[in-house]
């Protein structure tokens, strides 16, 4: 017998309200799930702001992974959880935009311009806190002051014992390390005391564990006219944090260990999301398929959620509001006319087309639309032609930075991009039915995913889809969870379809395993403090 943590992923969500299962909303199960959901509530009686808790679950597996159904807590003599959590970023370097669009890729997720014509290369990044040292580079005696920089509480454990079943996950900043005793070595020198960061709050319940985040606590350890950025200033931390999940299960006289990397989850704190409702345009769940290029039989499932998400961005994004809108466009159709966007007929080509044309094309014409406007930089020789009106989606790309730049505006990736091209020329499988709204459509499909759930071994993938699809999949400038890197296949262990469908004639690019490459505990040991240096650039991504 194999067993397996479920979601692989989650994601948790920064709220000031209490750390208890009756004060918190839950991160969705199910993809979907709270679509049409009007009776949400986010705050507490008292006015606080509830936090995101995610739940992790064990489930059995068959030799070959693939999950068959949860453990029965009744049948265990012992479940204990552990979590091992860090804020690394006061350590880490500063964010201009994503190095990857100076490092040619092979996959689905970006538009082989960036490398090959740098329509707007990386930036070379500089370390947060440069003037805290690593004096052990010039000195072995004398200390290694950034280690201090990493928020690293030790590991927490809970379990169905009595006494260990809630713990807070207590942090400090700076963070006094081994090495240096219980006091940091940091904060005295800088004239003050470290400041406790605790980074959330774990409970063992009836075999599963709760991950509760923290309060959302964001100040500077001094005051300080250093602090004039919206990201990267220094002397400044917060109680986001990621890390491993891992759990021991003793049954009888056996004991499994869920601590490599096809075994464990993974957790990581996010900001909270004020319309969960709302799916972002492009998915995490999408970039983690678009890592892998493969070709897909496709039908109107892989179309609908770009245009579903698109078609309802207008009640948070002023500019899917205004004048000409998509959901105007969609409204605008004729029963007839709507019914041809799940057709797949010759007579509904033209419609088709013209919706396909609406869309920004991720390869980039060199008639770029008009450019977005820069304080910063004036050359007249940087600005684009113009000369196309503006497509879908209105929103800042990945490059954002350079002025001029076609990619100043962001597309949808290729993976998407590449369906939404089959669905214009009729290459997909038409939807049986008679749909005459959007709405209605969402229901069918929402109902698709309720359908799959009651199946064990597509549930427990389900839950990892379902934190997935919440995430932002671009544009990273700066992104909003889990950032740029996630678009490469370097970042899993394990990236599998294991279902082709969803349900049937259904398949939403399918069900997938997916584990990070997460490190063990002796390789974390040698690069937890990575040191790359005062300056990181794009071939320093190429290296990792």
């Known amino acids: 017998m194999k067993l397996r943590i479920y979601p692989s992923i989650g994601i948790a969500r920064l709220g000031n309200g209490p750390a208890t299962k009756e004060d918190v909303v839950f991160t969705p199960e199910v993809p979907w799930n709270n679509l049409f959901d009007e009776n949400l509530e986010f705050r507490t009686k008292s006015g606080a702001l509830k936090k995101q808790a995610q739940r992790f679950y064990i489930y059995e597996c068959n030799d070959n992974g693939i999950p068959i159904k949860k453990i029965d807590p009744g049948k265990c003599d012992k479940i204990e959880w552990t979590v091992e959590v860090a804020n690394k970023k006061p350590f880490w370097y500063d964010f201009n935009n994503s190095l990857d669009l100076s490092v040619q890729t092979d996959n689905l997720n970006l538009s082989p311009r960036f490398f090959e014509d740098k329509i707007a290369p990386g930036i070379d990044a500089l370390q947060r806190n440069p003037n805290v040292l690593n004096k052990k580079k010039s000195n072995p005696k004398s200390e290694n002051f950034r280690k201090e920089l990493v928020n690293s509480p030790a590991p927490v454990t809970v379990s169905s014992s009595a006494i260990e079943q809630r713990k807070v996950i207590s942090g400090k900043f700076p963070f006094p390390i081994e090495d240096h005793g219980k006091e940091s070595l940091l904060a005295k020198v800088l004239g003050t005391d470290s400041k406790t960061v605790n980074l959330g709050t774990v409970e063992y319940h009836d075999g599963t564990l709760i991950f509760y985040p923290a309060d959302g606590i964001s100040a500077s350890l001094n005051p300080s006219d250093l602090n ?317």
């Open 228 to 544: 004039t950025d919206f990201a990267d200033n220094s002397n400044w931390y917060d109680d986001i944090c990621d890390g491993r999940v891992t759990a021991k299960v003793t049954i009888g006289s056996k004991t499994y260990e869920l601590n490599d990397a096809q075994s464990s989850a993974w957790i990581a704190t996010a900001p909270p999301d004020y319309a969960p409702q709302i799916q972002p345009l492009s998915t995490m769940y999408d970039l983690v398929c678009g890592t892998v290029n493969r070709s897909y039989q496709t039908d109107f499932s892989l179309i609908f959620p770009v245009l579903y998400r698109l078609y309802r961005m207008q009640w948070v994004n002023l500019s899917d509001f205004l004048s000409p809108s998509f959901r105007e466009v969609i409204d605008q159709l004729t029963t007839a006319e709507f019914e041809m966007l799940y057709s797949n007929s010759n007579e509904a080509l033209p419609l088709r087309e013209k919706i396909f044309n609406l869309f920004r094309n991720p390869i980039y014409a060199p008639e770029n639309e008009p450019i977005i406007p820069s304080k910063t930089k004036t050359d007249i020789t940087n600005l684009g032609a113009g000369t196309q009106a503006i497509k879908f989606p209105s929103y800042p790309g990945d490059g954002i930075n350079y002025p001029g730049s076609p990619a100043q505006w962001f597309a949808i990736p290729p993976i998407l991009y590449n369906e939404l091209k089959k669905w214009r020329d009729g290459n997909f499988t038409s939807l049986d039915g008679n749909y005459t709204s959007m709405d209605e459509l969402g229901k069918y499909y929402q109902t698709q995913y309720e359908i799959a759930e009651k199946d064990p071994a597509k549930s427990a993938l389900l839950k990892t889809r379902a934190a997935l699809e919440t995430l932002y999949g671009g544009g990273f400038h700066p992104g909003v969870e889990l950032t740029w890197p996630m678009r490469h296949a370097q970042m899993y262990k394990e990236n599998t379809i294991i279902f082709d469908e969803v349900t049937e004639g259904n398949s939403f690019f399918g069900l997938r395993e997916i584990r990070l490459s997460s490190a063990n505990k002796e390789e974390q040991e040698g690069y937890f403090y990575k040191d790359f240096g005062y300056e990181i650039n794009a071939m320093t991504f190429v290296i990792l």
